[in-house]
């Protein structure tokens, strides 16, 4: 992985929020202003696109048409909640970051879908089978837990599932920073900001055309359908995850998320993966050498709770913990101090580094955890 363009603070260590941006992923985001501000070659806006949309759609594992550009990750989810009217139920995790929830409950009395909480801290496939019945649509989920960092199986969940619902992906948290098991989505919705350092304006959309017949364009505009100023409206929808698009996306963030996507393609997301869960560990354990509590971490002198625990396969980009008996936002604050970037929520500091996170960033999480003891008088 070339690092060198990369360029972040070594203490950087909130990718779950936002990731800096690359040297390269920057350039064309200079290069789309200088055009605008020319002759505005419309031509090479969409060469971007193209290529943009070949690149999303070897790492999604998909074809190209069943990829589109949208705005965000929440404008995806909500064009997913317009998408399935009609009678039925989709299951949503009650612990899903809110991007995920407030689509499926805007649409809820609006012709959508009923949401059916589910509150146990892990999806497994076996949580999923209990909450199966026959008015079961969909299941809405992050492919990566914002706080905790738990990976959904999402292979085994769409095998619960069955061909005739749709699995609903979040993967804002994981795609090209961790493996994900892409095939299993049938929407998948990421926007460019965190992991794929493509910063904002621009986020994939990915409809597979196997549930092509269970959706429908909800909030299709002019742009999702065919020859919009050839006829009256309406006018039929277009092919494939097209046909969920409002208008044109913007080709600036198009650009920029074509270029973080083939510096994902061309490191590997096995490789970033594996880097980004090394350092991950080397961060939680320093944390617990200082007697920090990892969210999902067995509790201290008990047994681990039922879905606690993580295994080495399960390692994300994500993990969060607190200190026991000292004050979070003090604790927090120590963290800035020492220059470190994390976020606070609630109790818990969340850590989320990347492959090209510095050993640096473990030297100065263990200092600032194991301040210098005061002499005494």
Known sequence: MNVQIFA??????????????????AAVLAESARRRVGDMPLAWFEEQAARTRSAAARLLRAAEHEVAFLSSTSHGLFAAAAALPGEGVVLVPRGEFPANVYPWLRFEGRGGLRVRWI????????????????????????????????PAPLGALKEVLGPGRVLVVDAIQGLGAVPLEVEAADVLVCG????LRAGWGAALFLARDRVAGLMAPGLGGWSGVEGPLAGPAPRPPLAGAAAHTMTNPDYSGVAALGVAIELVLEAGVAE???????????????????GARVLLDAPAGGPAPPGAGRGAAEWSGIGSFTMPGREPAAVHAALTAAGLTTTLRGEWIRLSPHATTSGEAVQRLAAALHPPRKESS
């Open 8 to 25: 972040e603070p070594p203490g950087y260590l909130d990718f779950a929020r936002l990731g800096p941006l690359s040297s390269a992923v």
């Open 119 to 150: 509150d146990e801290v892990r999806l497994t496939p076996q949580v999923l089978a209990e909450h199966l019945d026959a008015s079961v649509r969909a299941l809405a989920v992050s492919a990566v837990d914002a706080l905790t960092g738990y």
């Open 192 to 195: 460019g900001q965190k992991w």
């Open 272 to 290: 970033i993966g594996r880097r980004t869960a090394d350092r991950l560990g080397e961060l939680l354990d320093t944390a617990r050498a200082a």
